[in-house]
């Protein structure tokens, strides 16, 4: 237990925290796996980018593979999906593929292949390293060009069509920005707004609370994109935004007496973790 501090906080936690539709349901799909498996299963790299889950996850056999090894088993694929290339490998070495990729994801991958198959300079507006876009650029032979800004598209050259996609997490203004500047170059643009409707609830509900509180805490893993987007959007509006994993993370000097904290979270981030954050809170 923390010795009380009396800051008095006044605490709001931004609606919908918990884990979005497409984590819920890779969590869902590979526990029902496990518990079908008498030796676990395997997921396609962390299930999910959230440290803390994905331990617990691993405590009842779900155990995240880096590399094929020469057993096989069953592996799943997570929300962000996976590139063909991979899924062959894995079906090449024994694995029995469980597939969760996000439909929201899945959506994406498919557009971007109908982009490629009619003519179309496919463009994926996202972060070149994450998963998810990898996975999509692989659905069409690893020939998309990835931006990540609207700066990015000025050096680029581009044919006459032009195919335009969204990493399902990337902020509204951001694709918006990448496709206003690619207007201006390309003379057939066509676009698919493929970012995740619940994505774009989320950080529309955190910058409405962010303009409202003294202090913002997002919580979230620090390898999860969609959680560090948040911070930097937060951040923006109210400038003492903190990113934090765990509860054991927060400072005091982070809060002033009577100040009103805003709690927000990444759509990987558990709704115990956000009440771990919160009840820790009400100790200051
Ligand atoms: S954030 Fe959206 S696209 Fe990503 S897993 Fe969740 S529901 Fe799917």
């Not at 803390?52 to 995240?64: A, F, K, M, N």
């Not at 994406?108 to 070149?128: D, F, P, S």
Request: net charge positive.
């Amino acid at each position: 237990m923390r010795k009380k501090q009396g800051k008095n906080l006044k605490i709001i936690v931004s609606e919908g925290v918990g884990f979005c539709s497409g984590v819920k349901r890779a969590i869902k799909i590979a526990l029902a796996a496990a518990g079908r498996s008498s030796s676990g299963v395997y997921s396609l790299g962390p299930l999910i980018h959230n440290p803390q889950v994905v331990e617990r996850l691993r405590e009842v056999g779900i155990t995240p593979l880096d590399r094929f090894g020469k057993g096989g088993g069953e592996i799943v694929v997570r929300s962000h999906g996976a590139s063909p290339a991979v899924l062959k490998r894995a079906g090449d070495k024994g694995y029995k593929i469980i597939d969760a990729t996000c439909p929201f994801v899945r959506k994406a991958q498919r557009n971007a292949q109908r982009l490629h198959r009619r003519g179309y300079r496919v463009v994926i507006v996202g972060e070149k390293t994450h998963p998810e876009v990898k996975g999509i650029r692989s659905h069409v032979g690893n020939k998309a060009v990835v931006v990540e800004s609207a700066d990015q598209v000025k050096h680029l050259k581009f044919g006459l069509k032009v195919g335009i996609i969204a990493q399902t997490t990337i902020p509204g203004d951001m694709f918006a920005g990448v496709v206003g500047e690619i207007s201006k170059r390309a003379r057939e643009v066509l676009v698919f707004n493929t970012i995740c409707s619940e994505t774009a609830r989320r950080q529309e509900r955190a910058s409405v609370l962010a303009g409202r509180v003294d202090v913002l805490l997002v919580v979230g893993g620090r390898n999860s994109a969609n959680t560090s987007r948040l911070k930097s959007l937060c951040r923006s509006i109210c400038p003492k935004t903190y990113h934090v994993e765990t509860s054991d993370e927060m400072e005091g000097r982070w809060f002033g007496k009577g100040s009103t904290v805003g709690v927000v979270a990444g759509a990987s981030t558990p709704k115990w973790l956000v009440e771990n954050i919160v009840d820790t809170l009400k100790e200051f």
